[in-house]
């Protein structure tokens, strides 16, 4: 059984920072291509940034130098290293797992930049 779990939303001033994480089980985690994305009520999905099994990163244009993405293979995570927030950023962010063809998406973490 496949699973994605992401963590660490949350409510945080603007200027702020947050690191969300995403857990995953019943995948061979080390092959995938591994990316977050978000979503504001109303509009599609869009992307923020991939890392692949190579650690190959890219990133969205709205969040290069601000966010950055990283993976540890041992635990099977993704990470999301997010720094000056804006309140643009809130979302819900969402992880998705990538081989070929092959997708898996998790529940998604609400992230809020509000004062």
């Known amino acids: 059984q496949v699973q994605l779990v992401e963590s660490g939303g949350g409510l945080v001033q603007p200027g702020g920072s947050l690191r969300l994480s995403c857990a995953t089980s019943?995948?061979?985690?080390?092959?995938?291509?591994m990316g977050w994305y978000r979503q504001v009520p109303g509009l599609q999905r869009e992307f923020v940034a991939s890392i692949t099994s190579l650690y190959n990163t890219n990133y969205a244009d709205s969040v290069k130098g601000r966010f950055t993405i990283s993976r540890d293979n041992d635990k099977k995570t993704v990470y999301l290293q997010i720094n000056s927030l804006k309140p643009e950023d809130t979302a819900v962010y969402y992880c998705k797992a990538r081989n070929g063809v092959v997708e898996h998406w998790g529940q998604g973490t609400q992230v809020t930049v509000s004062s």
């Open positions: 019943g995948i061979f985690f080390r092959i995938y291509t």
